[in-house]
């Protein structure tokens, strides 16, 4: 059955980096456009990265310049690379792709 785990969340100060992965199976990853989601205690989940079967990436304006999503097709591994990160960066980071949802990472960033 389709697999995504989530890894690498963590606590950070504003300004640090931090990257997330996700580790799938289950399905021929490389054949599938990933997204990444996030979801804030008492908001919407908000779409902030998406990456093409092909490579072709679109980002969120709120993280476009800092975030940046990429794929490991050999290791059928998504990541997603956060810089300068802000406060309202905090959420629980969902990694998202043919139907299926992972179980999320959470991420903090103290001010």
């Known amino acids: 059955q389709v697999q995504l785990v989530e890894s690498g969340g963590g606590l950070v100060q504003a300004g640090g980096s931090l990257r997330v992965s996700c580790a799938a199976s289950?399905?021929?990853?490389?054949?599938?456009?990933m997204s990444w989601y996030r979801q804030a205690p008492g908001k919407e989940r908000e779409l902030v990265a998406k990456?093409?079967?092909?490579?072709?990436?679109s980002y969120a304006d709120s993280v476009k310049g800092r975030f940046f999503i990429s794929r490991d097709n050999a290791k059928n591994t998504l990541h997603l690379q956060m810089n300068s990160l802000k406060p309202e960066d905090t959420a629980m980071y969902l990694c998202?792709?043919?139907?299926?949802w992972g179980q999320g990472t959470q991420v903090t960033v103290s001010s």
């Open positions: 998202a792709g043919r139907g299926s």
């Open positions: 289950g399905f021929t990853f490389s054949s599938y456009a």
């Open positions: 990456i093409s079967s092909v490579g072709v990436t």
